[in-house]
């Protein structure tokens, strides 16, 4: 090839709508500092002396900060895409680069109020990062968005394990200048990328295919398998720092193997355009057919004065016109969707299931000590439930992609069935059986992962894409619920009781113990943990029930329509189609 065409390749490859979603795969990869709480979380505890009820408390505001993403679903609707990242990376910095100073001891102890609201930030910055890149993602690519929510909500699953080796490499084992890493490296690359994160006004190119998603797929199960393998390793063997700076430039080389990918695609759309341009489609001309005249319509019948007079609409029934809702599968207003009776089972479910599965990852830390596990095991812990919570978001996305194509079978079934194995791993956690906590973990990881894309698809499908930006993160406001109800009062609350009972038992006061050791410290917790979760699944088979007949439709016909839909006048005009007249006269 030509120098010339060379550089307009590579000026392709970076502006095309696959270069896109290969930014996205890496901003998301670095966003996910909230999912390794469970490793810093101590020393915030013993740096700042707080008890177990205030550290959960900072984790429901870490947890309420990635809910609250309305705010950022609103920029997004009047801005594009950059803003709202660079908006992520500004919070990111400031909230991150504050905790640390605060338990490295560079400032002065702050308030528990303020440490709250530095987490807050933190995790808002994450809602930020998903709704600047998945959102755009999905208006890119709306026939596959089950897999491209599942792909880059998978990159995120594995954020955990993917920083936690490069801090090993950059730091070693300090897990405080873990916060450091994560503060500086989630502001760094929507940065680096931020100018390829945009809308395109076709949805489709010439000679483009989905395949390159399953290549994605396969990359990134090849990271999470290089993932969990060095994390058997390095739980067995003592590593040094030159292994984990090995470890860590084959993870950042599987990060960016997807290039490879995007630059294949693109290179067929690029040499598709230049076959069009050598050889161009012969020209139609469009066949006038004769119009036929048609008669006039009748003159309209002059009313009769006895008739009654047309009533004017009261503003009541202007009200109900508002909130009247339309089909499903067709674009809901905000209003009308966040007052439907689907949105608030999806709400009520997110409350259970996120809730409960959020609860268990930021107790991990405090769950493996009071069972007796060793520091490195609970290290372990968290990074399982990393790699099992990108499975479990791959596998939701393609998997429930595949039913509904196949056996059209409703995505509310496949959310219904996670929140009973959510349950099954809150018991194993209740019950404290040796070496259950492996096995929790991953069901844990596996079933946090699953509902992400099973949801995010859900409100895409029943409410539309034309406000999903702010209804993308309208359901997530469900999640600091249900932490603060099963995280705070429930799990928080009773593991201080339990410490202070064994505190007396031990000393004869009733001064509160930081610590509790034993299966009695989450028991209870757990056991009503679990019950909340079956109920959520049991409110889930309602909407199964709304939602069965709109499901057994050709959904993959209406993703098809919405496609083209935006790309059908460019086309016809492009490849000079003639227009017949009855698309004429309908004006197309």
């Not at 000026?11 to 095309?16: A, D, E, L, M």
């Not at 489709?204 to 290089?226: D, N």
């Not at 107790?363 to 609970?378: C, E, F, T, V």
Request: with cysteine; hydrophobic share 45%.
């Amino acid at each position: 090839m030509k120098v010339v065409e060379l550089s307009a390749l590579a000026v392709q490859v970076v502006r095309g709508r696959w270069f896109t979603v290969f930014a996205s795969f890496l901003i998301m990869a670095a966003s996910g500092g909230i999912y390794i709480f469970g490793i810093y979380s101590n020393d915030i505890k013993t740096a700042l002396g707080y008890d177990q009820q205030t550290l959960n408390t900072l984790a429901f505001f870490k947890d309420l900060g990635a809910s609250v993403g309305i705010i950022s679903g609103l920029i997004y609707e009047v801005t594009p895409p950059w803003v709202v990242l660079a908006l992520s990376a500004g919070i990111n910095l400031f909230s991150y680069l504050m905790i640390y100073l605060a338990i490295t001891g560079r400032i002065a102890r702050p308030h528990v109020w303020q440490m709250c609201l530095y987490l807050c930030l933190g995790g808002n910055a994450q809602a930020f990062t998903n709704t600047g890149a998945v959102v755009t993602c999905v208006k890119n690519f709306p026939a596959s968005r089950g897999v491209v929510i599942g792909l880059l909500k998978g990159y995120v699953g594995l954020s955990g394990a993917i920083v936690t080796q490069l801090y090993l490499a950059f730091y070693g084992g300090d897990s405080r200048s873990l916060v450091l890493l994560i503060a500086w490296l989630p502001a760094a690359i929507p940065l680096v990328f931020i100018s390829t994160i945009r809308i395109f006004k076709s949805t489709r190119q010439p000679g483009e295919s989905s395949k390159p998603f399953y290549c994605f797929l396969y990359v990134s199960l090849f990271l999470a398998t290089f993932l969990m393998v060095m994390i058997v390793v390095q739980k067995r063997f003592t590593f040094s720092h030159s292994a984990y700076s090995v470890s860590a430039a084959i993870v950042l080389l599987l990060l960016f193997l997807p290039l490879a990918v995007v630059t294949k695609e693109e290179f067929k759309i690029f040499r598709k355009k230049k076959q069009s341009l050598q050889d161009p489609p012969p020209l139609s001309v469009a066949i006038e057919t004769p119009t036929v005249p048609q008669p006039p319509p009748p003159e309209p019948k002059p009313t009769p004065a006895t008739a009654s007079p047309i009533k004017k609409s009261s503003p009541l029934s202007h009200v109900i016109r508002i909130f009247k809702a339309p089909d499903r599968g067709k674009d809901y207003s905000i209003l009308q969707a966040v007052v439907s009776t689907d949105m608030l089972i999806l709400f009520l479910s997110t409350i259970s299931g996120v809730g409960g599965t959020l609860a268990a990852i930021d107790n991990m830390g405090q769950i493996g000590q009071s069972l007796g596990y060793p520091a490195r095991s609970i290290s372990t812990f968290v990074s399982l439930i990393s790699i099992w919570n990108y499975a479990g978001r791959v596998a939701a996305g393609f998997a429930s992609d595949i039913f509904l194509a196949k056996y059209k079978l409703p995505r509310p079934v496949l959310l219904a069935a996670v929140l009973l194995l959510a349950g099954a791993g809150h018991l194993l956690i209740a019950f404290g059986i040796p070496g259950s906590l492996y096995v929790a973990s991953v069901i844990i990881g596996f079933s946090l992962g699953a509902q992400v894309p099973l949801l995010f698809a859900i409100i895409s499908e029943v409410f539309g894409l034309k406000y999903y930006s702010t209804l993308f993160n309208f359901v997530p406001l469900a999640t600091p619920i249900g932490t603060y109800v099963l995280n705070v009062k429930v799990a928080g609350k009773l593991y201080d009781r339990e410490a202070a009972k064994q505190y007396a038992k031990l000393s004869g006061s009733s001064v509160e113990s930081l610590t509790c050791t034993g299966v009695q410290c989450f028991k209870l917790s757990f056991l009503i943990i679990a019950a909340v979760t079956v109920l959520g699944a049991l409110v889930m088979l309602v909407l199964v029930w709304r939602t069965w007949d709109f499901y057994k439709g050709d959904m993959h016909e209406k993703y098809r329509e919405e496609s083209q839909g935006r790309t059908h006048g460019e086309e016809r005009k492009n490849e000079m189609i003639p227009y017949t007249p009855e698309e004429r006269a309908n004006g197309t």
